[in-house]
């Protein structure tokens, strides 16, 4: 019966110390493992120091009374806190399965759960200033009184309930059969305190077995969850498995120390303590071949799970990438990873330079240094990262594996995104184009079978104009009538820009003087400037401003610019036209003092017949942009371009070759 005593409460000591060892070490930040740890480190004051006064009566012939005292205060601080920190648990674990729809509903439990402490701590200084002779080990629950046990039986009950209802709710087998026997457990344990508080009446040997089998329930839990942490993540601890066998092969060995201390101890009388010790200490040495062979094939197995995982997370991450949009799947793929991994974070971060550099940013809530990398390469050539952080210390060799394999099968995934995406985007250019194209073939049948009979008419009614019998009444509305003419042939010529392509011309060509173009414009303009009010001010350097674009095609952006802008500025403004030349490359510049732009606007400025003017086409810009393109040079728009107004249109032309 010694030795039962003596394994249950280092078993309970070993086992709370465990789960004490590994929540530090996962580290996952939760209130349900705090409160586990608080709810191990109870159980651990509770079994050792009762292992501690155990130990004390079997080497002393009188245990120290300070030693006594010490584990007797322990032991009741652990007893008394053990009660409320179980009721915690399962209030913290229903917050984890979203129970509680109301904060006030969680409040109210942990208010019962704690309440009772206010009357058991005051209670606990009498019980440390009695004489250490009186203090029972064995059946401490009896020093604390009946209050404590019937506090400790309703704790016991409410908790078997939260695990029947768990039970009820749980969303795999797997999880359902350890809160069933959880519910099967806490009212064995209610039982055994009954039986404590009925043991006086009993022989020495009842009340002794009915104190080691209640001190033996809760190593069934305990035990359970090591079990099922190991086998069905429970938890979410058991993608930590380095650290559940790196503190399970520490215990291992502590165990076989103190075993052999105790083996050396009982054998001293026949044979050397240090002989006997150096035999046990070299045992182990046979059983090497056999653990590696053990280790080999665990290990085999872990990896070939760990890869059939990794393929079936990349299923999801692959349809995602058939769909050609890269913000997409970078948005999906982070938390599928941090799930289906059970990670604290996961950050895929792509490269936007040619530099094979990331970018110069950190996630906002760790800094990269906490952060594990995954570099993702394609051809050669670095494409992006994974940044992940796991709950524990460090990632587990399973997941480690898993993220190194990830790492080499997301560029085939990027690459297939891009790949579509491309196609996609060169698909609706080419719909575009021959929208475009068709649209500009009608215009210019229109244009073409219109503007002959306005020109017509335009002539007919000059003529009548200049005869001197024409009435004033009808003389006025003939000019009306040619405003209007003048109007739709300036519409018609616009759709005929419109239609017609232009280049550079001729191999060999030498394209344009861009800033005789823009004198030649401004010269048409100047009349339209002086009846507005607009002061038009010119700036180029003194030198041939060529450019690689025949003049008809400068023309077209010019006047379409300069036109645009004349009718946006208000009266006394300015209108500014400056010419500049960077390496390769020529600038116009055109810049009003409009109202500007309004942002909502601003990406549809350049679609076909848009337009905010009442009388406008919507093509002036269109043809500006499709120019621009024909010549391989650069639109830029910035509105506002000064003060919160104006607008500053930036066309970019190659020199020509």
């Known amino acids: 019966m010694l030795y039962i005593q003596f394994i249950v409460f280092t078993a309970g000591t070993l086992l709370a110390f465990f789960w004490m060892v590994v929540i530090l070490g996962h580290r996952r930040q939760r209130n349900f493992e705090r409160i586990l740890f608080f709810l191990c480190l109870a159980l651990f004051f509770f079994y050792g120091a009762s292992l501690l006064e155990f130990n004390a009566q079997a080497y002393f012939a009188a245990p120290p009374a300070d030693l006594e005292l010490f584990a007797w205060f322990f032991l ?156 069905f993540n429970f938890l979410q601890i058991g993608r930590q498995r380095n650290l559940i066998y790196a503190v399970f092969g520490t215990f291992l060995a502590l165990l076989y120390l103190a075993l052999v201390r105790r083996v050396s101890l009982w054998l001293a009388k026949g044979i050397p303590p240090e002989s006997t010790a150096a035999i046990l200490l070299f045992l182990p040495v046979a059983f090497f071949e056999p653990l590696q062979r053990l280790l080999r094939a665990t290990l085999r197995q872990a990896a070939v799970s760990e890869m059939d995982r990794t393929q079936r997370l990349m299923v999801p991450i692959q349809e995602i990438a058939r769909l050609g949009d890269l913000a997409k799947l970078q948005a999906f793929s982070e938390p599928w990873m941090r799930e289906q991994l059970q990670l604290a974070e996961v950050h895929l971060v792509l490269y936007q330079n040619d530099e094979n550099l990331p970018p110069n940013t950190a996630t906002a809530s760790e800094s990269l240094a906490n952060f594990e990398h995954f570099p993702i390469q394609h051809a050669g050539r670095s494409i992006g990262e994974l940044r992940v952080r796991s709950h524990g210390a460090m990632l587990s060799g399973e997941t480690l594996a898993g993220l190194e394999y990830l790492s080499e099968q997301l560029p085939g995934a990027l690459d297939l995104c891009r790949l579509i995406d491309e196609k996609l985007r060169l698909e609706r250019e080419l719909a575009e184009r021959e929208r475009l194209a068709a649209l500009g073939q009608m215009a210019a049948s229109i244009s073409h079978n219109l503007k002959n009979p306005l020109g017509s008419i335009k002539t007919i009614l000059q003529v009548q104009m200049e005869n001197g019998e024409v009435p004033a009444s009808v003389r006025a509305e003939t000019n009306m009538v040619l405003q209007e003419i003048n109007r739709l042939s300036a519409t018609l010529s616009q759709l005929l820009q419109f239609s017609r392509p232009t280049f550079l011309g001729e191999p060999g060509a030498t394209g344009c003087d861009a800033l005789q173009v823009v004198d030649e414009v401004l010269r048409v303009l100047h009349h339209e400037a002086l009846r507005r009010g607009i002061t038009v001010r010119v700036s180029a350097p003194m030198l041939p401003f060529r450019v690689a674009a025949v003049s008809d095609t400068v023309h077209d952006i010019v006047s379409n610019l300069a036109l645009n802008a004349l009718e946006a500025t208000p009266a006394g403004g300015s209108l500014d036209v400056r010419l500049d030349t960077v390496p390769g490359f020529c600038k116009i510049i055109v810049e009003d003092d409009g109202p500007g732009i309004p942002q909502v606007l601003q990406s549809r400025v350049l679609q076909p017949f848009f337009t905010t003017k009442t009388q406008g086409t919507g093509l002036g810009l269109t043809i500006v942009d499709r120019r621009v393109a024909e010549a391989g040079g650069a639109l830029e728009i910035r509105s506002p371009s000064k003060n919160d107004h104006g607008t500053r249109c930036v066309v970019t032309l190659p020199h020509p070759p």
């Open 76 to 231: 009741c601080v652990g007893l008394t806190l053990i009660p409320a920190l179980l009721l915690h648990l399962q209030i913290e674990y229903a917050a984890i399965r979203n129970i509680f729809h109301r904060r006030a509903a969680k409040l109210s439990w942990l208010v019962a759960a704690y309440a009772p402490l206010l009357y058991f701590v005051p209670h606990l200084v009498p019980l440390l200033r009695r004489s250490t002779a009186s203090f029972d080990f064995l059946t401490p629950a009896n020093e604390l009184g009946l209050a404590y046990k019937i506090w400790l039986v309703a704790s016991l009950v409410a908790a078997a309930a939260w695990q029947w209802f768990f039970a009820a709710s749980a969303p795999d087998q797997q999880q359902k059969r350890f809160h069933r026997s959880l519910v099967y457990a806490l009212p064995i344990a209610v039982i055994g305190i009954g039986a404590i508080q009925l043991a006086a009446d009993f022989n020495a040997d009842f009340h002794f077995g009915v104190s080691i089998f209640l001190a033996a329930v809760p190593l069934v839990p305990l035990g359970a969850l090591v079990r099922n942490v190991q086998r």
